[in-house]
């Protein structure tokens, strides 16, 4: 089977949700987060640069809960980014973590 190339507005998607998981990280550890999500490191850190820029839904949504961060916040924030500019400024999690 041959995968499609993934399209410019995948790629950036991709890269608006690594940003967005980087910075709810704040000062947790890879190790920690990507522990307590039950992924390796490589793995998270491949998300946060945007080098897996399709990654698996449970993997997203494991890291997710790790974060506090609900899934609707992230498709709304990650879905229709085009461009980073796109992003805006975020809302605020209730523990002052942007979402």
């Excluded at 449970?58 to 899934?71: H, I, P």
């Excluded at 992003?87 to 523990?95: E, N, R, S, V």
Aim: aromatic share 2%; charged share 20%.
């Amino acid at each position: 089977m041959v995968r499609e190339p993934l399209t410019e507005e995948q790629i950036e998607r991709g890269r608006a949700l690594g940003a967005l998981l980087r910075q709810a990280r704040a000062d947790r550890t890879m190790a920690d987060v990507a522990r307590s999500s039950g992924i390796s490191v490589e793995t998270l850190r491949k998300i946060e640069g945007g080098r897996i820029p399709t990654p698996a839904f449970f993997t997203v949504a494991a890291v997710a809960a790790t974060l506090g961060l609900s899934l609707d916040a992230l498709l709304a924030r990650v879905g229709s980014a085009t461009e980073p500019a796109a992003l805006g400024p975020a809302p605020l999690h209730p523990h002052g973590i942007a979402v």
